[in-house]
Structure formats: structure tokens, C-alpha cells
T-cell receptor
Framework: DAGITQSPRHKVTETGTPVTLRCHQT?????MYWYRQDPGHGLRLIHY???????DKGEVSDGYSVSRSKTEDFLLTLESATSSQTSVYFC???????????FGPGTRLTVT | AQSVTQLGSHVSVSEGALVLLRCNYS??????LFWYVQYPNQGLQLLLK??????LVKGINGFEAEFKKSETSFHLTKPSAHMSDAAEYFC????????????FGRGTSLIVHP
């Protein structure tokens, strides 16, 4: 199994609070991605990174920011959480393009 | 632009029956195609991939898929369903150059009845 961990695995937070999710890999893969998964929508890309300090937006990036200061870590931040951001968040990695992706176990976030 | 359509949000089969999950794609360049499986409360795992070699691709757990360019399809099949195959299945397409970001279908939930 690819070495990908996500933390925390579960989080409950209140509307308006900042939240940071962490993705950590031990594979030294260049690309890292953040997705959210919601019923009826499948997987939707939030942001992705193609190297240290190199990031770009996905299709549902509003309300989210990311940072990648090291190859192994990719952080997703919700600056001010809203109830619409209640979801399951998955991190994925890949060695390059157009290779397959390896997914983390997910973080279940509930915003009350 | 690329996109993926998975026909049927739910597919129900009996144990031992043929499994057929449909995926159609659109891509302006020859695609790379993937099928992933997601078991409850887990992340996605790669089942198989098409990367312009053989058009019939064999994956794990007895699954296979056939790339048909004329039909822009990449349907997933398994001759005989097992109870353990019950899961969510996702088709994804990625270009072979330029934008490398995969696009996922909305997923198909496979239900297996005893």
C-alpha cells in the first residue's frame, strides 16, 4: 500500500472556525491532490500540487486554500468553515502524469 | 476537455451473475482510463488501467475492462459476482499529455444479492 496518511480522520467543528487537514506521504511522489466526496457528486477536485510551492485550483476551490512547503506534506485549510463544507475529504498522490493515483483513508469533516 | 459518464448510479446483481458497469468518456486526445473501487469507509483503490497498450485490460479480483475507441467506452465486467464485490466503483480519464489532472465519473454503487 502507498504510504499516505491523513489527519485528523474525523473532525467536528463549528461554523466560522478555521480548519486544517493534513496529508502526509512517504512515497516521494510529485503530485498531490485534495478531493471532496459527497453523495451524488462523486469525487470533486479542490486543489492540487505539482511540486513544492506549486499548486493550482480544482473545480470546487472556493473557500479552500492549500500549501505545500515540503514534498511529503500537503495541507488543506478552510479559512472559515461553513455547513456546505461538511464532507469526506480525500488526499491522493501520483508519481507523474498520467499515472494512477493512490488515495488516503479520508477525513470526515462535520461543520455544525 | 475531458469528461466521464457512468451510466447508472446503482447496479444490482445476484451472486454469481455477470457484473457490467458502464463508463463512457470524452477526450480530445487519446485517453488514459482507470477504474477504481471504494469499499465502505475507505479510500479508492486502483482496479485496472488502460494506457494505450492492449485494449482488453485485466485487473485485480477478476475484473476486466475493454477500451472501445469507436464507442468511447471503457466498461468494467466480471463474469461472476461475489458478495465481497459490493462497493462503489469509479471510472476516471486522464489525458496522455497537457493537462494531467484526472476527471472522475460520479460513481456506480454495486449491490450484490445472495
Amino acid at each position: 500500500d502507498a504510504g499516505i496518511t491523513q489527519s485528523p480522520r474525523h473532525k467536528v467543528t463549528e461554523t466560522g472556525t478555521p480548519v486544517t487537514l493534513r496529508c502526509h506521504q512517504t512515497e516521494n511522489h510529485r503530485y498531490m491532490y485534495w478531493y471532496r466526496q459527497d453523495p451524488g457528486h462523486g469525487l470533486r477536485l479542490i486543489h492540487y500540487s505539482y511540486g513544492v510551492k506549486d499548486t493550482d485550483k480544482g473545480e470546487v476551490s472556493d473557500g479552500y486554500s492549500v500549501s505545500r512547503s515540503k514534498t511529503e506534506d500537503f495541507l488543506l485549510t478552510l479559512e472559515s468553515a461553513t455547513s456546505s463544507q461538511t464532507s469526506v475529504y480525500f488526499c491522493a498522490i501520483s508519481p507523474g502524469t498520467p499515472y494512477e493515483q493512490y488515495f488516503g483513508p479520508g477525513t470526515r469533516l462535520t461543520v455544525t | 476537455a475531458q469528461s466521464v459518464t457512468q451510466l447508472g448510479s446503482h447496479v444490482s446483481v445476484s451472486e454469481g451473475a455477470l457484473v457490467l458497469l458502464r463508463c463512457n468518456y470524452s477526450s480530445s486526445v487519446p485517453p488514459y482510463l482507470f477504474w477504481y473501487v471504494q469499499y465502505p469507509n475507505q479510500g479508492l483503490q486502483l482496479l485496472l488501467k488502460y494506457t494505450s497498450a492492449a485494449t482488453l485490460v485485466k485487473g485485480i479480483n477478476g475484473f476486466e475492462a475493454e477500451f472501445k475507441k469507436s464507442e468511447t467506452s471503457f466498461h468494467l465486467t466480471k463474469p461472476s459476482a461475489h458478495m465481497s464485490d459490493a462497493a462503489e466503483y469509479f471510472c476516471a480519464v486522464s489525458r496522455s499529455g497537457g493537462s494531467y489532472i484526472p476527471t472522475f465519473g460520479r460513481g456506480t454503487s454495486l449491490i450484490v444479492h445472495p
